[in-house]
């Protein structure tokens, strides 16, 4: 069972505006989130992350949304450029004062910035 | 530098052979991680280990095996029992549940 879900498997933006990526997740328990960009042929490289204890996490173009709620996040990338298209993952972990440290990822987003 | 290394990037298996790829890190992490990626499945579990000596099976283990005799190698086999090992295959670590380290990941297809 899915526990952390992207539902759009790709989204298509214009260079300079704004991509939104959204990530859902069905376990209460979590309480950290991680957002990793993934190029083809290559290892996912860290992008930003949030503790659920935010609302948002900013890192110059790229901000994370939290909405615990409704168990919801997105990530925000202002302005778009072209070397941002690739697949990016959502990830969600319990407990992270564990030693656990087991990420659950979702399916990915191929994004496309388009010039 | 500090890093994680996987190899062989590419890996040709003939169907009921064992094939073994390798990750080493270098970074004093105390956990290791491999996952499979599949299109459209994105990233799945296959094995972890948290310390040396121990691991644990992930999402997907049949058909696998892992060592972890020492803290920075975490080999993984997969065994002629993997019904369908043609995938991406990527190696992590983890210094306790702050996000992982990824290393360039083995392409392994079955001929």
């Known amino acids: 069972d899915q526990q952390v879900k992207q539902n759009s498997p790709s989204l298509s933006v214009q260079e300079g505006r704004i991509s939104i990526l959204n990530c859902d997740y069905t376990n209460s328990m979590f309480d950290y989130f991680l957002w990793y960009k993934k190029y083809p042929a290559e290892g996912p490289t860290f992008l930003i992350s949030i503790s659920s204890i935010k609302d948002k996490n900013e890192d110059g173009r790229f901000t994370v949304f939290l909405n615990k709620s409704a168990k919801h996040l997105s990530l925000h990338i202002v302005p778009s450029q072209p070397g941002d298209s690739a697949v990016y993952f959502c990830?969600?972990?319990?407990?992270?004062?564990?030693?656990?440290?087991?990420?659950?990822f979702g399916r990915g987003t191929q994004l496309t910035v388009w010039p | 530098d500090g890093g994680i290394t996987q190899s062989p990037k590419y890996l040709f298996r003939k169907e009921g052979q064992n094939v073994t790829l390798s990750c080493e890190q270098n970074l004093n992490h105390d956990a290791m991680y491999w996952y499979r990626q599949d299109p459209g499945q994105g990233l799945r579990l296959i094995y972890y280990s948290q310390i040396v000596n121990d691991f644990q099976k992930g999402d997907i283990a049949e058909g696998y095996s892992v060592s972890r005799e020492k803290k920075e190698s975490f080999p993984l086999t997969v065994t002629s029992a993997q019904k369908n090992p043609t995938a991406f295959y990527l190696c992590?670590?983890?210094?306790?549940?702050?996000?992982?380290?990824f290393g360039s990941g083995t392409r392994l297809t079955v001929v």
């Open positions: 990830a969600a972990s319990v407990d992270r004062g564990s030693t656990l440290g087991r990420l659950y």
């Open positions: 992590a670590s983890s210094p306790r549940a702050y996000g992982y380290t």
